[in-house]
């Protein structure tokens, strides 16, 4: 399984951006999706999360980013609004996927690679 994040690059402060993360390999479901951001000498920090029907976000985002997912594509999207100089970070995407295996099936988190964004003010 991997995970594919693009979207990211420059935006302007009060624009918006659009990121996608696409999950490919032998996926049986995506239970659950989540992106995280990282700015530099900062932790890693969820903003954005999806369970089932149900979405979290940082106090920091909240009202201003969307996440979402296609199911038919197996892709999560974060759509960024009113975005923020302290919204520059780089993005990682994260999925907890079930798998096939020889025996049955496992479920486990993977990690995108992580896409860079900066916003100009």
């Known amino acids: 399984v991997q995970l594919q994040a693009s979207g990211g690059g420059l935006g302007q402060a009060g624009g918006s951006l659009r990121l996608s993360c696409a999950a490919s390999?032998?996926?049986?479901?995506?239970?659950?999706v989540a992106w995280y951001r990282q700015a530099p000498g900062k932790q890693r920090d969820v903003v954005a999360r999806?369970?089932?029907?149900?979405?979290d976000y940082s106090d920091s985002v909240r009202g201003r980013f969307t996440i979402s997912r296609d199911n038919g594509k197996n892709t999560v999207y974060l759509q960024m609004n009113n975005l923020k100089p302290e919204d520059a970070a780089i993005y990682y995407c994260n999925a907890r996927i079930t798998t096939p295996t020889t025996w049955g099936k496992k479920t486990q988190n993977y990690w995108g690679q992580g896409t860079q964004v900066t916003v100009s003010s």
């Open positions: 999806l369970s089932g029907g149900s979405r």
């Open positions: 390999g032998d996926i049986l479901s995506i239970d659950s």
